[in-house]
């Protein structure tokens, strides 16, 4: 008996340190840029997959000042939220990008 209980505590210690994860391959965003392209964006722990001129990049986390950075495979990822980021290039051997960045919000495409 003692080792069924043990085992019981066990899995219900296991089980209650899970957490729901949203799916890498399913975006939690569709954003809509200002230079007429699509990001979509899913999050899965230090990790987001941005897809983004129909190529997906996977990205790491990154120090920023405020909001969210994610960077990875030439390109950078910053948001404040789920309403709105910029997406820019990450030249090699750069931290944070120089370039020009583009402004991505949810809801309908800018006219």
Aim: hydrophobic letters at 35%; charged letters at 20%.
């Amino acid at each position: 008996m003692r080792r069924r209980t043990a085992a019981l505590i066990a899995l219900t210690a296991a089980l209650s340190a899970c957490t729901t994860v949203r799916h890498p391959h399913q975006p939690a965003a569709v954003l809509h840029c200002e230079n007429g392209e699509t990001v979509e964006v899913g999050y899965a722990g230090d990790l987001a997959i941005v897809t983004y001129k129909n190529r997906k990049h996977t990205m790491r986390t990154a120090i920023s000042g405020s909001g969210a950075r994610y960077v990875g495979e030439g390109l950078e990822w910053w948001t404040k939220g789920f309403e709105e980021g910029t997406i820019a290039v990450l030249p090699p051997g750069e931290q944070v990008s120089t370039g020009e960045r583009v402004v991505c919000r949810a809801g309908p495409p800018p006219e």
